[in-house]
């Protein structure tokens, strides 16, 4: 057969490398939850440990006990020396029980939720631009009527929110303040890192029903019961407590960008002037091209609720054309940032 008679192969200008670094992306996640659910990462605590010694322990297969073992290596869980393997800063950090800033509470909500991330739901979101959760009901009409379903929400988001919580008013002076009003505050996590923070703080945390009787639950753990109060609060149709600091985390990230901007104003209308409205967010770069995380937890807004990530560009502009001067961007926290401004 004459060789001209075959088809010519289209050799591809790039590689495949971005193929595999998805699908590496969804066996990480997976990975991290099996770990923990094998609690996996306690058997590190009291002494680095072989690859014989993990398989005793586990009571798995050298095979797969590698498998587990390369993996947690080449994602920063667990690192090697001399064939023994240990925890990293991160693991120590954040998933060991004894740690306070364990993240237990949050990969028991993931690992129950898990199917949630399914390639259908997403393209059922994408869609029908709807969310996914609670087999499509609405996120916090659901809490509201299901006080354990709010209950391992707020536990989750808490143990989240632990690091980010306790960088953010450090970022700031807020010594001249008095009272910061925490909206859709869930456990109360970042008022009490604030008032912690800063002394001449009290705090009013303002959420649904179900949610602030959590609250006062985490209130009252940290001993603070005398400084920070909970108030039930529809925030959409019921007038604000007064304070001199508007506090939002995590909540405009809910919304579109229209009810953002009705928040925004409805704190401008609330503050009195030399007031402060601060935003809590994993920021989009001004491109909105990244970070891959921040991207990822848009996608996650689908299967979730009604809202997004926004830019630092767009809360900026948002909060000007309110009415708000002196806006600043401050990184925080690893992706997290804080948008504030004051009223004139």
Known sequence: MNQNTFAKIQKPTTDERILWDLISGHISFKTLLVAYNLNFFSIFVEKPLTVPEVCQILKIEHRAANALLSMCLATGLLQIKNNYYSLTQFSQNYLVESSPNYLGNFLNFLSANENIYSWQNLKNAVLTNSA?????????????????????????IHDRNLAPAQAWADNLDLSKNKV???????????????????????????????????????????GLQERIKTEICDIWNQPFPKADIHFYSDIFHDWSLEKCFLLAQKSFNNLESGGRIIIHEMLYNEQKNGPLSVA?????????????????????????????????????????????????
């Open 132 to 156: 996914q959760i609670y087999a499509g009901n609405d996120l916090f009409q659901t809490h509201q009527e299901k006080v354990d379903l709010a209950r391992a929400f707020t536990y989750a």
């Open 180 to 222: 910061l009003l925490d909206i859709g505050g869930g456990s109360g996590i970042y008022a009490i890192n604030a008032v912690m923070r800063w002394p001449n703080l009290e705090a009013i945390i303002i959420d649904l029903a179900s949610v602030c009787n959590l609250a006062k639950e985490f209130v009252s753990k940290y």
């Open 296 to 344: 990822a937890s848009n996608m996650i807004m689908l299967l979730w609720t009604e809202g997004q990530q926004y830019s630092g560009h767009e809360l900026t502009t948002l909060l000007k054309k309110v009415g708000f001067e002196n806006v600043e961007v401050k990184p925080t926290c690893g992706y997290w940032s804080i948008i504030t401004a004051c009223k004139p």
